[in-house]
């Protein structure tokens, strides 16, 4: 069997809500990253926007940690962001794979604030380009609609085509490509149960996979 293309590399994770408990995809990417042969430092911090990782930001709603293939640490107050530059500083990471795009999805605002989100996703993104570090972008899912956080499918598809042209040098990993609308089920709309976390984790990795770092 051949040698995974991730052999040997070490990956840093960041994000939001979805990485910020350990039952969520902070559970199910690593293990798959680090079977892969990879080397894992995953962060998630709820609530937070992609450019609350330029400068320590606080999270409103938790956090978690994870080494390698370790039990995620979960850290209910006082929750933080460290800077990107720190982090990247710190981890040397072959590339980093940045899993955010529901926070700047404005759900429930009836017009999608392009301008602001713009602001957010290239904070984030010119901060990992200044460091010279590989860089993938992890899109939403589809979700479920009427949910409270009032997602809706035409909405996450409009999120996925801005952050598809706007997050470069990033690469794009859209979501919405590995599945139908509710296929994967959710607990409240946005979070899925465990089967959704554990396809999620294995489409994100295979992406990856398929389009290594340099």
Known sequence: ??????????????????????????????????????????????????????????????????????????????????????????????????????????YKNPEFPKSWAYQQTSALTKAIAATGTACYWVGPGWGSEGSRYGKTFARVDELNKFLSENVAPCT???STKMAQPNEWKTLDGQHYLGGGYKKWANAIADAIISNPPK
């Open 172 to 174: 794009y990993i859209d």
């Open 1 to 106: 069997m051949p040698a995974s293309a991730l052999m040997g590399l070490t990956l840093l994770v960041i994000g939001d809500s979805h990485l910020a408990t350990p039952s969520y995809l902070i559970g199910t990417l690593p293990d798959r990253l680090v079977e892969e042969g990879a080397k894992v430092h995953t962060i998630g911090v709820c609530g937070t926007n992609p450019a609350d990782w330029v400068k320590p930001s606080p999270g409103d709603c938790g956090m978690s940690e994870r080494t390698g293939a370790e039990t995620p640490v979960r850290q209910e107050s006082g929750a933080k962001t460290t800077a990107i530059s720190e982090l990247i500083a710190k981890d040397k990471p072959n590339a980093v794979i940045v899993v955010m795009g529901d926070t700047i999805g404005a």
